[in-house]
RNA sequence: GCCCAUGUAGCUCAGUGGUAGAGCACCGCCUUGGUAAGGCGGGGGUCGGCGGUUCAAAUCCGCCCGUGGGCUCCA
């Protein structure tokens, strides 16, 4: 594929870059369309994205309908058949102001603006259509094959929510419509592995207006899951020195005073409860307790580290546009830790906790992750608790632990708390954006705060630093994970329903009760379906509805042998005793076999 | 919170101004069937809510609520 560039070169386009040239193109394809079918629209920004390609554009009280999308694509379609040239030119900087401004383009005007003094301004032209741009193009409007419009949603101008809120026009482009056609196919099957539909299909969890929204319910199904989920976690928490505790959601409005949530993180809280003359407030983090729970005795530095762990109840005023099934709601309950350390264990504990996420993500086989540690920015003075020292050392502690595990990470200077450096696991759902899975931060303030003390070996008080730290994140988020991760088909460990005995007839309806009533007494979390309906009815419910890990088919030929036929969920089948059996399921879930 | 779309039976959806529909699920009867849907019959809806336009509103308009996608936010 040939493409053109600013100073009017034309080349054969570097492979990797042939999508996103095409989505480059395809944007003003698809700008030209619209001001052919919109004369007065105002354009913005339209650049390629990682997954195609958009433009945001005033419109000015014009609403889109999806059947103007659909006219966009249409136009778009006629301006690739008429094969313009696309074609750059350069411009001094007045010009460009001149040629924006008498074009009315007031953004692009306004972006020139913000272009460092020595910048070169290109323009690209396709027929009567002129965007201010930096190329490279494809040199025909033709060599556009394959794209979709696919959405329409608003978009605040240079992302400010300040600023005014412009129509953004998203669409997808492939180099071929093979890719194209893949790209949907996978669209697909994203919207069948979504967490909330799953969820409904074998009734997880549920919501409810009259309950409120961001406000999940976990039905039977979804509860059994999250047990086990919370047995897991707990266990192996115990075994690493981890205390677990119980505190309260609902607190008064000082214990938020002093940790200096109410001033800094007011706005994610539940507006404040006034009761005989005291306020309190829902809680959305567990930290203050914590650290009230640590304040609570004198503590030798021979105790440290200290861990308190809690699978805790909390509450966030999310706003309503970011609420997402059970990723993300107002209640959730967090897998929380606060671990008081001495500045010299930072590096050890903070080992142990990566250590624990790794191999808490290799028990699930999550493989599909990304590591991010936040540091501060070293010449912003303002936002971040000013000890250089502390925080010197506490990075680069926790880079060498990091390094020394040899897992990869990405650094991001300017993104860590103000309270210290953090590190996040980063994963990605079926549908929407990347969220952290879990997470461990320093805080070198709050222990301040609540004036926490550890009497070191020479009888000096001292201050302990924090870890917060959280493995599965939230209950709520992880199982939101693992569902999109297995499409509902869980492992045997965390299977609502383990083992579904299917009688073929009624004739054999009484072994098949024995069946089930001595996988009862082995623990195994086993149905009966006992309707009067054909085994290959059966059969499909429970791998299409309940995607049960075995299927027990019981005939009387089982019967007559004393054996099960197991079928598992990919279809295959074999024929066992039944106490062999009972001894392989069982070994699974012990096992945590995923 | 903002922009757009959307809301009809438990679920998935059809129905664009004139007596509320289908498939699945549910209930009953028949069928006792060997590895992904057996047959017949039945019950079930203030068409998200409130107002308005109209002789007449699921359908048109306004506001509110929920949901989906996008943006912002996420000390």
């Given at each position: ?46 650049p ?47 010009e ?47 060599a ?23 129509t ?20 697909e099957?994203?919207k ?24 999940p ?9 999250w ?15 981890y205390?677990?505790?119980?505190t309260?959601?609902?607190?008064t ?53 200290i861990?308190?762990a ?75 608790h ?9 990075e ?99 299977a ?24 009862l ?52 089948t ?21």
């Amino acid at each position: 594929m040939k493409i053109i560039y600013k100073d009017g070169t034309v080349a054969e386009c570097p492979a990797e870059e042939v999508t996103h040239v095409l989505r480059h193109s395809a944007a003003h394809i698809m700008a030209q369309a619209i001001q052919r079918l919109y004369p007065n629209a105002i354009f913005g920004y339209g650049p390629a994205t990682d997954k195609g390609f958009y433009y945001d554009v005033d419109l000015g009280d014009t609403k889109l309908t999806d059947e103007d999308l659909v006219t966009i694509e249409n136009e778009m379609k006629k301006i690739v058949k008429e094969k313009l040239p696309i074609r750059p030119f350069i411009l001094n900087r007045d010009e460009a102001i001149k040629l924006m401004h008498d074009r009315g383009a007031k953004y692009k005007e306004e972006h020139i603006g913000d272009l460092p003094e020595d910048a070169i301004i290109s323009f690209y032209q396709q027929g009567d259509y002129i965007d201010m741009c930096v190329g490279p193009h494809i040199t025909y409007t033709s060599a556009l094959k394959a794209f979709k419009i696919t959405q329409q949603g608003g978009a605040y101008w240079k992302n400010d929510s300040s600023r005014k809120m412009l129509t953004r026009i998203n669409g997808v482009a492939f180099a071929t419509k093979e890719e194209l056609e893949e790209y949907e196919r996978q669209q697909e099957e994203a919207k069948a592995r979504d967490h909330r539909r799953i969820g409904q299909q074998m009734q997880l969890f549920m919501s409810d207006d009259l309950v409120g929204k961001g406000m999940p319910m976990f039905l039977p199904n979804g509860y059994t899951v999250w047990r086990e989920l919370e047995n897991y976690i707990r266990n192996k928490e115990l075994k690493l020195g981890y205390q677990h505790v119980m505190t309260p959601c609902v607190g008064t409005v000082d214990l938020y005073k002093t940790s200096g949530h109410w001033a800094h993180y007011q706005k994610n809280m539940f507006p404040p409860m006034e009761v005989e003359g005291e306020t309190f407030v829902l809680r959305p983090m567990n930290c203050p307790h914590h650290m009230m729970i640590y304040a609570n005795r004198p503590h030798s530095y021979k105790e440290l580290p200290i861990r308190i762990a809690e699978i805790a109840h909390d509450f966030r005023f999310e706003t309503s546009g970011t609420l997402k099934g059970i990723e993300r709601g107002r209640h959730f309950c967090q897998n929380d830790s606060h671990i008081f350390v001495t500045p010299e264990q930072i590096e050890s504990e903070f080992k142990g906790v990566v250590d624990l996420i790794f191999e808490t993500y290799k028990d699930f086989g999550i493989t599909d992750y990304r590591c991010v540690l936040s540091l501060r920015d070293p010449n912003d003075k303002v936002k971040y608790h000013p000890d250089d020292q502390m925080w010197d050392m506490a990075e680069a502690s926790l880079r060498k632990v990091l390094d020394d595990i040899g897992i990869e990470y990405t650094e991001e200077i300017g993104e860590a708390a103000f309270y210290g450096p953090k590190l996040d696991v980063n994963v990605k759902p079926a549908i929407g954006n990347e969220y952290t899975l879990s997470t461990c931060q320093l805080d070198f303030c709050l222990p301040a705060k609540f004036d926490l003390k550890y009497i070191d070996a020479d009888n000096s008080e001292k201050t302990p630093v924090v870890l917060h730290r959280a493995i599965l994140g939230s209950i709520d988020r992880f199982m939101a994970y693992i569902i999109e991760e297995t499409k509902g088909k869980f492992p045997t460990w965390l299977a609502p329903m383990q083992v579904k005995v299917l009688p073929v007839s009624e004739k054999t309806m009484e072994y098949a009760t024995r069946c089930y009533n001595a996988l009862l007494d082995e623990d195994v979390r086993v149905v009966l379906d006992d309707r009067s309906e054909k085994i290959g009815y059966k059969i499909r419910e429970a791998q299409q509805e309940d995607r049960v890990p075995y299927m027990l088919i019981i005939g009387a030929k089982e019967e007559e042998e004393g054996t099960v036929s197991v079928r598992n969920r990919v279809g295959e089948t074999t024929t066992m005793k039944l106490d062999e059996f009972i001894t392989k399921v069982r070994t699974e879930i012990r096992t945590r076999a995923f």
